[in-house]
């Protein structure tokens, strides 16, 4: 890319003292010869500094990708987790409800049972009562 561009500008450039004698012309061209080596040089080294660029482009390209793939995984990631937690949450409740279900009703039964104890012991008074009051003189050989 440098050499065409200096070669078409330093090829219209006419040269004024063209009848310059020959042995100065083979000094200057000796001149000529190393600012041409020297631009060669300058434009290698500057294929060699585009070229590192490139491939400092290319890698931080590869490792930002990589960096945005990692972001959406661990966002990914991250989503799946929530709803995997909404999820225990919400079985969770459900667990809960159906314990308190069982309870309350568990609850209910105690009371039934204790309500029913209650009425068997005040039958069970009654009856008493009664068998002494219907069979006294068998009381007393009993209590002798």
């Known amino acids: 890319m440098l050499d065409g561009w200096f070669g078409t500008r330093?090829?219209?450039?006419?040269?004024?003292?063209?009848?310059?004698?020959?042995?100065?012309?083979?000094?200057?061209?000796?001149?000529?010869?190393?600012?041409?080596?020297?631009?060669?040089?300058?434009?290698r080294r500057l294929r060699q500094a585009e070229g590192q660029a490139e491939d400092q482009d290319r890698?931080?390209?590869q490792a930002l990708r990589r960096?945005?793939?990692?972001?959406?995984?661990?966002?990914?990631?991250?989503?799946?987790?929530?709803?995997?937690?909404?999820?225990?949450?919400?079985?969770?409740?459900?667990?809960?409800?159906?314990?308190?279900?069982?309870?309350g009703a568990a609850e209910a039964q105690a009371h039934a049972a204790e309500g029913r104890a209650c009425e068997a012991e005040a039958w069970r008074a009654r009856v008493r009562t009664t068998i002494l009051s219907e069979?006294?003189?068998?009381?007393?050989?009993?209590?002798?």
């Open 10 to 43: 330093l090829r219209g450039i006419d040269c004024p003292d063209s009848q310059v004698p020959v042995p100065y012309a083979a000094s200057a061209l000796a001149d000529w010869s190393g600012l041409v080596d020297l631009v060669r040089a300058a434009a």
């Open 59 to 61: 890698a931080f390209g």
């Open 67 to 103: 960096a945005r793939d990692a972001v959406v995984t661990a966002e990914q990631q991250a989503q799946h987790a929530e709803t995997l937690a909404e999820a225990m949450h919400q079985r969770a409740r459900i667990r809960i409800a159906a314990a308190e279900a069982r309870a």
């Open 135 to 144: 069979f006294p003189e068998t009381n007393a050989q009993a209590a002798a």
